[in-house]
């Protein structure tokens, strides 16, 4: 088993910046990929940004530019830089990770809300 703890989510006002990170635990060795996602109400949850199979990193459109996802092996850490934040990043966002047998694990979700 895989277990993810997110801290670092606040109220910012629009343009300013957040670092959120994402402590692991448990089975390191078996995650495949990780990545941050973010829901806000009446939405599903949707992909922020993500390390790949080849360890390369992928975006969404929406935070290109913005956001930097990176990560500290030697800590067990993952981090999400965001910068530039708008009034539609509001959201909960959770650090997730994907087992290389498919098992897919969620941290508890960090409420991030940028005032306008």
């Known amino acids: 088993q895989v277990q993810l703890v997110e801290a670092g989510g606040g109220l910012v006002q629009a343009g300013g910046s957040l670092r959120l990170s994402c402590a692991l635990s448990?089975?390191?060795?078996?995650?495949?990929?990780m990545g941050w996602y973010r829901q806000d109400p009446g939405n599903p949850r949707e992909l922020v940004a993500t390390f790949t199979t080849t360890e390369t990193t992928a975006y969404t459109v929406s935070v290109k530019g913005r956001f930097t996802i990176s990560r500290n092996n030697a800590k067990n850490m993952m981090y999400l830089q965001m910068d530039s934040l708008k009034p539609e990043d509001t959201a909960v966002y959770y650090c997730?990770?994907?087992?290389?047998?498919?098992?897919?694990?969620w941290g508890q979700g960090t409420q991030v809300t940028v005032s306008s």
């Open positions: 448990g089975s390191i060795d078996s995650i495949n990929t």
């Open positions: 997730r990770a994907l087992t290389k047998s498919y098992a897919l694990y």
